[in-house]
């Protein structure tokens, strides 16, 4: 048996805010107002900040979105109604104010959930031929709606769903916390899993439409926060040999503890939405990690032989500290929180990367590169075209036309023709409704007034808990209840005239996706793979060469900028592919987050060696031994072979065919640094450790070659079920 598809009740409680909220705001300016003219745009705007800007998130957060719509409306009407007696005013202010409304959603998602809310009560000023003595009632009836829906929205079941992806990342700190306490035969099923709940995170944050990784501090730390945890899950546990013989049993002991309770806050932290002030102390962590540092100087130092595990788990807890140390911060700025100041080159790199600021986030998506920019563009065209033919049309509801293209453009010509059937059919279905009821009822104005409350919550409740069809026609019924109470004229003139609208609408809709990019966000997202990781390895190459001092710092930051650029890229075509219809065919979501998981790691793999080139104090040419040689090479050697390995990779996602075999692990690295570590004739005690763990970052990459290979296999499959389909 079918039922509405509603768990959390959000549907449902957003349903009755409208349906006491609408009937209210209507009958204020139509009744005791008594101006049709307020009475359109109060009715609109109410289901603009009611059913298209529903925000989520916190309070602190939803509050300053609501004001920021209503401040948009507030400019945007007087605009419109300026422009709606001219056509090519209204063609030119249509193509311009939707091109910069729907791009700047790519800001963050509190944004881009605004933008249809604005391009509404903005359609409908424009589309409906008014002077400037239109401009007051019309604000009026703006100002009206805000006040109503905004104040139901806080007050009226004002709790909302903690967001998937913060209540994922709360649930992996809670569990890789357990997975440090944890020792004997229960680490194994707790390290397992801490892995599947970071597994989860990552599934949750690829699946959000809108992306929640942008350019603001809470926004962007979180996307930052996911990569911390993703990093610190393969340096929560040392390899079995090194656990056997466990050479720094104290600073394991202390940096676990210390790890944990980071952990702890942060999800403490992130499960209330910040409303816990969970304690995160990043200074114990600090400690920790330093302590370290000085016992591997000091056994160094003392003439005793530095051993291989000695030198493998102080790395690991040392990239465990800073992980986690990571995390710490980013939590408490996602929560809203003072956080401490990045460290050294994290500092000075943060300054310039493409994730730091609006400016640089608009900059980074302005080319037909970006799936973001292309969608942009054709929207504002299609509406554009749309807000043409219904000014040299004439037609009686010409702003029917651009909502009727808003409603079902996609990011494909594929996907705007199936909107296209279910939006026909679902106005058709409302008509006929709509007309039957409206037959039955004729001229009684009051039995409409009582029906507009139960149209008014289908109008919230069907795109929600039903379908696309059912919004639809729930949006025609309550059309021809509107206007019937505005100017009682029948439902057969009103629902001729919405069907010719719509239908209008629609044609010019799948003209712009047939003309413009018939082939969608899809088409995009692999060689946007493939410049992620090619980016994300030259950035790891560059960082091998300035921690061997022969880089430049300039071109790390150039590099670092560059890897974040084709990343941003990447992660907004896929959110733009989630909303087409075949992408749950053609992009699995589990293998697309791990490949692209992949990439990231490569980041902060290159991340960590910049910082790392700060501590090592190179010698002077002169005084470089054989070993010390050696060593080097033998670093350049194995970042060549991880390099080429990660391309090769990146090549298949390119061509859909199948992933390169897993590199099997080389020892040649660890013997040379070792060598170097315990040769009496080198002077540069730094050195060796610095290199000795570069390797280990490299050798972790290596460990996550099968993972990728397997991720990349099934990605070539789903690729080759789609097309085959």
């Excluded at 509405?4 to 009740?9: F, G, L, M, V």
């Excluded at 424009?126 to 009836?141: C, F, H, T, V």
């Excluded at 439409?209 to 945890?229: H, K, M, N, V």
């Excluded at 302005?366 to 000014?391: I, K, P, T």
Aim: glycine share 8%; aromatic share 8%.
């Amino acid at each position: 048996m079918w039922r509405p598809h509603d768990p959390a009740k959000l549907a449902l409680r957003g349903g009755l805010r409208t349906a006491l909220v609408l009937p209210i705001v209507f009958a204020i300016t139509k009744l005791w107002w008594g101006e049709p003219r307020a009475s359109v745009i109060a009715a609109f705007g109410t289901i603009a900040l009611l059913v298209f800007a529903d925000f989520g998130g916190p309070m602190r957060a939803r509050i300053p979105a609501y004001l920021g719509t209503a401040a948009a409306g507030f400019a945007l009407i007087p605009l419109a109604t300026v422009c709606s007696r001219s056509t090519v005013a209204a063609t030119l202010v249509m193509a311009v104010v939707a091109f910069l409304v729907l791009y700047a959603g790519i800001v963050d998602g509190y944004v881009a959930t605004a933008g249809p809310a604005a391009l509404l009560v903005f359609t409908v000023s424009l589309m409906i031929p008014a002077g400037s003595d239109a401009i007051g009632p019309r604000l009026g009836g703006w100002a009206l709606a805000c006040v109503f829906a905004i104040t139901a929205q806080l007050t009226l079941w004002p709790s909302r769903p903690q967001a998937p992806v913060r209540g994922a990342a709360a649930r992996a700190c809670r569990a890789m916390a357990t997975c440090l306490r944890t020792t004997g035969d229960a680490h194994t099923e707790a390290r397992a899993s801490a892995r599947e709940a970071v597994t989860a995170m990552e599934r949750a944050f690829a699946a959000t439409p809108y992306r929640p990784s942008g350019p603001s501090g809470p926004t962007a730390a979180l996307a930052q926060l996911i990569d911390d945890l993703d990093g610190a899950l393969p340096f929560s546990h040392a390899t079995p040999e090194d656990a056997a013989a466990n050479p720094w049993p104290e600073h394991h002991a202390a940096i676990n503890a210390a790890a944990a309770a980071v952990l702890d806050g942060a999800a403490e932290r992130l499960a209330s939405d910040g409303e816990v002030a969970a304690p995160i102390d990043l200074y114990a962590l600090d400690e920790a990690s330093e302590a370290v540092g000085r016992s591997v100087s000091l056994l160094r130092a003392s003439g005793e032989v530095v051993g291989r595990p000695a030198l493998r788990e102080a790395f690991r807890l040392t990239a465990l500290a800073d992980a986690i140390w990571n995390l710490g911060r980013h939590a408490l700025i996602v929560t809203g929180a003072d956080a401490p100041d990045q460290r050294d080159y994290e500092e000075e790199a943060a300054q310039m990367g493409a994730l730091t600021g609006r400016r640089a986030e608009l900059q980074t998506h302005a080319s037909m590169e970006s799936v973001w920019f292309r969608n942009a563009v054709r929207g504002a065209l299609a509406l554009a075209g749309a807000a043409f033919v219904g000014q040299v049309t004439d037609a009686t509801n010409a702003y029917w036309i651009v909502l009727g293209t808003l409603s079902v453009l996609r990011s494909h010509a594929l996907g705007t023709g199936t909107s296209i059937r279910d939006a026909l059919l679902g106005t058709l279905a409302g008509l006929l409704v709509g007309g039957a009821v409206i037959w039955v009822i004729g001229d009684h104005t009051t039995l409409l007034w009582f029906l507009l409350p139960f149209v008014a919550f289908f109008v919230a409740y069907a795109p929600k808990a039903i379908s696309f069809l059912a919004a639809q026609a729930s949006f025609s019924l309550l059309l021809l209840t509107l206007l019937n109470i505005i100017h009682p004229v029948g439902w057969s003139t009103i629902g001729t005239v919405r069907l010719e609208d719509v239908a209008a609408g629609f044609g010019v809709s799948l003209l712009a996706g047939v003309l413009l990019w018939p082939r969608g966000a899809a088409a995009v997202v692999r060689a946007a793979l493939r410049a992620d990781y090619d980016a994300s390895v030259a950035y790891l190459a560059g960082a091998v060469e300035l921690l061997q001092h022969r880089g430049t710092l300039e071109r790390g930051r150039a590099l670092h900028r560059e890897a974040l650029e084709a990343h941003d890229i990447l992660d907004t075509a896929f959110r733009q592919v989630l909303g087409e219809r075949r992408a749950p065919t053609e992009l699995g979501l589990d293998a697309f987050g791990t490949l692209v998981a992949g990439a990231a790691r490569i980041r902060r793999t290159a991340h960590a060696l910049t910082r790392a080139h700060e501590l090592w104090r190179d010698e002077s040419p002169g005084d470089v031994c054989t070993t010390a040689l050696a060593a080097r090479a033998a670093l350049d050697a194995e970042t060549t072979a991880v390099s080429a390995w990660h391309r090769e990779l990146a090549g298949a996602f390119e061509r859909a065919a199948g992933a390169p075999d897993a590199q099997a692990q080389d020892a040649g690295l660890e013997r040379q640094v070792l060598s170097w570590a315990r040769d009496p004739a080198a002077v540069d005690a730094d050195g060796a450790r610095v290199v000795a763990w570069a390797g280990q970052h490299l050798e972790v990459l290596r460990r996550n070659e099968p993972r990728l290979a397997e991720a990349a296999e099934r990605w070539a499959e789903r690729g080759a079920t789609a097309h085959a389909s």
